[in-house]
């Protein structure tokens, strides 16, 4: 799990002698954090700036020398939750590389399977984080919403290379795939059904492999 605002990367009382730039460092996190939780129990529109200092435990004077808006913050909350999935899905899909050329899981719908299990657990794990950028994200406004759309476009590709779709016809495949799976953990999020949202990973397999070579010529060979 996650830390919390309150947890994550605390400095001692009283005259500490770190460097500021580690002191505005913590003070960052410390607020992108409680951004998100903050949001978990408002959503975006609810959610003050109050509520955020509260729970990341610092000055509205400390809050505006970083950010010059709520917008903002949420803008950089969200671009650091992207950074972490996508740093957990570009680790696996290593990891499931450097297998098949061990001789080790090369069929691609297994190393499907890993991605949907990364992406799946990282949800479970941070769901303060994906549901700011799968739910909330809507409630900013036209430029947060293209992020978002961004960052389903790299999913797909990450889909795309793992099936190896070549065609347009398969790389449609992908995207239609992409965008169900957004859907449905989006909905799954916004209920705090992680239960429901684990489950989602054995129908999806299931569905890669029935669909053979609509996705890519990787999976048709297997």
């Known amino acids: 799990m996650t830390e919390s605002a ?16 580690q ?14 939780e903050a949001m978990t129990e408002n959503g975006y529109v609810g959610t003050s700036v109050a509520a955020i200092l509260k729970r990341a435990g610092v000055s509205r004077e400390t809050f505006y020398e970083q950010f010059r808006s709520k917008e903002a913050c949420f803008e950089a909350a969200y671009e650091r939750a992207v950074q972490n999935l996508l740093g957990r899905m570009q680790e696996v899909a290593g990891d499931a590389d450097a297998a098949a050329e061990n ?12 991605i949907f299990e ?22 900013v406004g036209p430029a947060a919403i293209s992020r978002r759309m961004k960052l389903q476009e790299l999913f797909v590709g990450l889909i795309a290379n793992t099936l190896d779709a070549r065609t347009a016809d398969q790389r449609f495949a ?4 992409a965008a169900a799976i957004g859907a449905m ?6 209920a705090d059904d992680m239960a429901g949202l684990l489950a989602l990973r054995k129908p999806l397999l299931e569905l ?3 669909g053979g070579e609509l996705y890519g010529f990787a999976v048709g060979s297997n």
């Open 185 to 190: 953990v989006t909905g799954r999020i916004a």
């Open 208 to 210: 890669v492999r029935r």
């Open 103 to 114: 001789d080790l899981e090369q069929d691609s719908v297994a190393r499907m399977d890993r």
């Open 6 to 21: 309150t947890s994550a990367r605390q400095l001692p009382r009283g005259r500490h002698g770190l460097p500021r730039e």
């Open 174 to 177: 992908c995207q239609t795939l």
């Open 118 to 139: 990364a992406y799946l657990q990282h949800m479970v794990d941070d769901p303060a984080s994906a549901r700011l950028f799968l739910v909330e994200v809507y409630a």
């Open 23 to 36: 002191v505005v460092a913590s003070q960052r996190e410390r607020i992108l954090i409680a951004m998100a």
